[in-house]
């Protein structure tokens, strides 16, 4: 894999940079050589953000996190990644999309197992300004997010819009 690593708001060390090489080509396992990583590392208020972007034919695999310090951040994001690519697996062996990006070992990779084990492990609060579902639809695609939840400036009830696979947008909203 090629790494491009960037960073905001502040420089990125060596040290830093080469740990996160590091972790992150553990999934070198998973894809050709010629796919390419983007990593984005930034600090805003004492969080430490890290965004890893791999752009294969026609999709993208994403992940960001946030977390008190950068070396905790970069162990998070891996380990979604690695979630991902094996919760999407047999979509992509299924469909024969986008194999081409990937080695044998990775669309041969036997999933595990894990029954009964749903855990949260994180939970966020925002505020929420009102606004209408246009406006949301605009937020969700800026946020490049699957979904947006946010408040009805007409009903002043809580509404998500979503993105649909046909690339079209869904709202739902409580049963008054």
Do not use: W
Request: glycine content about 4%; hydrophobic content about 40%.
């Amino acid at each position: 894999m090629r790494y491009t690593v960037t960073g905001k708001n502040f420089e990125v060390t060596e040290a830093l940079k080469d740990i996160a090489v590091a972790k992150i080509s553990k999934m070198e396992k998973f894809f050709n050589t010629e796919t390419s990583a983007i990593i984005t590392m930034s600090v805003d208020k004492k969080v430490h953000k890290i965004e890893v972007t791999i752009p294969i034919k026609g999709s993208v695999i994403r992940a960001e996190e946030h977390e008190e310090t950068m070396y905790a951040a970069i162990d998070l994001v891996v380990d979604k990644l690695e979630r991902q690519l094996i919760k999407h697996r047999s979509k992509i062996v299924d469909r024969h999309r986008h194999s081409d990006a990937f080695k044998n070992t990775y669309l041969d990779y036997e999933e595990e197992e894990e029954e009964g084990k749903l855990e949260i492990v994180r939970s966020k609060r925002f505020a929420m300004k009102p606004m209408d579902a246009e406006e949301a639809c605009m937020e969700l695609e800026l946020l490049g997010h699957d979904f947006f939840v946010f408040r009805s400036s007409e009903t002043d009830e809580v509404n998500v819009v979503y993105k649909r696979k046909n690339g079209t947008f869904g709202l739902i909203e409580p049963e008054i």
